[in-house]
């Protein structure tokens, strides 16, 4: 059948934390199952007592009787379904959080493959422990209690109702075995077609001006194409077994009836004892069905499970880290290999840096070149597959992450602001203590008073708080550059790695950003800005060349603007315009 690994800690603790919930509904389920015997006992005494007897009173008073009992019955259903519903909240305030922030700590390769989906896989593992499927299975254990009933009415009847429920099983294991396969590769399909149709949503204007709509709606069906034959082969061979078990289920019911009513001709068994074994045959095989209909939740909740418990576990390797002083702003990188996702190279290949407080960084080079990559893992953005990467003498990997960030400002090639307001952007989402904002506002506007964006943002339409859409929706990229700018800025971090910050700026905005790296090497911060554009190489000390994933050249700034402009195959855009901008300097 199903089997289940060890669940990591994280998951233990919720699920320990909602233990009282699932013990009060096994204990409700198991009064529920008690009660479900009334209806069963009143057939009995109607038939055998009050019809023989025209026992009126007694009639009234039995039907008193099973009133009670059936109202109590129906407040125990609804008490439990609140308890599986408060466990629902339980966990989803225990894991949740947790799940999330899990998703996004993770800087490995896999993070598509795992983390993206994780929230959708949590909810599909909460659903399941906290709805049919678990009640279905809280009821089974009662099935050998009504089979024992069946026999004290008569040994044929039991025999019966026990051989039905022992097909029924066979037939959820069946089950079990021909949908799994299936219905985890159709999961699979699900979620590469969900994440294929989050990624064309968010880029829909691209796909209008590019006249793409057609090709990615033609796309993104055949990715659904996939996802649906898979689930329909595995909709119609469960349907198959859920078929085959209902009428075995009714049969079984009918041939008790018919069995029970041969006995009472033979005086067996009394003419209650007829409708009660029916009644008990019904009850006897009901969970077996509904935990075969519900199967195909259990099977999602337990490749949900795994993909979870995987991810969580990667988490609690994690050791407790010593909290570093703040940095200075000294950064070293050292033989950096990242290989390909197809693994038939390498992104870098053995490329090393070294950044001193104070001292200003370009990386120049052709597209391709490992430019970007260089950044994201000086950013702790990504981790590379070998080398090392050492913050003021300490490895990165001995920082928190959390604690580190706040001293490294980094601007992304993609500037990936977020939805809120310009203020909650540049703030990186910070909030300030008890409520007050007023030192979080003091440090926005510093920060982008210091990148000189503090009047383009009050020109905006509610200033600082102008609320933006994803991605920076309702700017320019210029503007949005700008305020990424002022996000790295923000707190004054000793280390600023920059993705070509002067792509979408004017001849203006790009002079105010020389202003601004001079003023960060001013203030003794590190500052390593990669660039196309030659106009900020007037403010930068040293120069990193790189093509193919390597360093071709590193050196100070006049030694490689002297080198490269004798070349006539440089990487930089203009020979003569570098040795412009070298005699401005």
């Known amino acids: 059948m199903l089997n289940f690994a060890a669940p990591t800690e994280l998951i233990a603790s919720a699920l320990r934390a909602c233990r009282r919930h699932f013990i009060g509904v096994a204990a409700f389920s198991a009064l529920l199952n008690l009660l479900f015997l009334v209806p069963m006992l009143y057939m009995l005494q109607v038939y055998d007592r009050v ?132 219905l985890q590769r159709a999961n699979e ?19 209008r001006a590019l006249g793409m709509r057609r090709a990615m709606v033609r796309r993104h069906l055949a990715e659904r194409n996939l ?46 004892a007829v409708f009660a074994s029916s009644f008990l045959a019904g009850r006897a095989l009901q969970p077996v069905e509904q935990l075969l209909s ?89 981790r590379p597959d070998r ?34 307001t310009v203020k909650e952007n540049i703030a990186r989402f910070q909030q300030g203590s008890d409520g007050d904002m007023s030192e979080i506002d003091a440090r926005v506007i510093a920060a982008a008073k210091y990148c000189q964006a503090h009047e383009l943002i009050l020109g905006l339409p509610n200033g600082y708080d102008s609320p933006l859409g994803w991605g920076g929706r309702g700017l320019s990229a210029g503007q949005a550059q700008r305020i990424a700018l002022a996000r790295a800025l923000y707190g004054d971090p000793p280390i600023v790695l920059l993705d070509e910050p002067n792509a979408h700026l004017d001849a203006a905005g790009e002079s ?3 202003e601004t790296l001079v003023a960060l090497r001013s203030r003794n911060a590190g500052v390593v800005v ?12 040293k120069i990193l060349v790189m093509r193919d994933g390597q360093v071709e050249a590193f050196g100070t700034r006049d030694e490689i603007m002297a080198r490269l402009g004798g070349t006539s195959a440089t990487p930089i855009e203009a020979p003569g315009q570098a040795g412009g901008q070298k005699k401005a300097s």
């Open 51 to 182: 019809i023989p007897t025209r026992g009126g009173l007694t009639l009234f008073f039995l039907t008193l009787v099973l009133l009670f009992g059936l109202i109590t019955l129906a407040l125990l259903d609804f008490v439990r379904s609140r308890l599986l519903v408060r466990a629902s909240i339980r966990l989803d305030r225990q894991l949740a959080g947790v799940m999330l922030d899990t998703s996004l700590a993770r800087r490995d390769k896999t993070f598509d493959a795992v983390a993206r989906q994780s929230m959708r896989e949590f909810d599909t593992l909460r659903q399941a422990l906290t709805g049919p499927a678990i009640i279905a299975l809280c009821d089974a254990p009662w099935t050998p209690i009504y089979i024992l009933v069946c026999l004290v009415i008569h040994p044929f009847i039991g025999l019966l109702v026990l051989v039905g429920a022992v097909l029924l099983a066979v037939i959820a294991y069946r089950n079990q075995q021909v949908i799994g396969e299936p």
């Open 387 to 420: 080398g090392i990467i050492r913050i003021d003498h300490a490895n990165m990997l001995d920082w928190d992450p959390e604690r580190l960030a706040p001293f490294i400002g980094y601007l992304p090639q993609d500037v990936s602001l977020f939805a809120g």
């Open 530 to 541: 990669v660039a196309h554009r030659m106009g900020v190489l007037a403010a930068v000390d």
């Open 294 to 382: 519900s199967w195909r939740s259990v099977v999602n909740a337990r490749t949900a499970y795994e993909k979870l418990n995987s991810l969580l576990g990667a988490r609690e390797a994690e050791t407790a880290l010593t909290q570093l002083p703040p940095p200075e702003g000294r950064l070293d990188a050292k033989q950096l290999w990242v290989a390909k996702p197809a693994g038939d190279g390498a992104i870098l290949a053995n490329v090393s840096l070294e950044l001193k407080p104070g001292e200003v960084i370009a990386v120049v080079g052709p597209s391709g070149a490992g430019k970007s990559t260089l950044l994201r893992l000086l950013a702790g953005a990504g």
């Open 512 to 514: 105010q950003l020389i």
């Open 189 to 207: 399909a699900a979620a590469r077609a969900y994440a294929s149709q989050e990624q064309v949503l968010a880029g829909a204007e691209n796909v």
């Open 227 to 272: 996802m649906t034959t898979q689930q329909t082969f595995a909709s119609l061979a469960s349907s198959r077994y859920v078929t085959i078990s209902k009428f075995l289920r009714l049969a079984l019911q009918s041939m008790a009836l018919g069995l029970g009513a041969w006995l009472a001709i033979n005086n067996s068994i009394s003419a209650g």
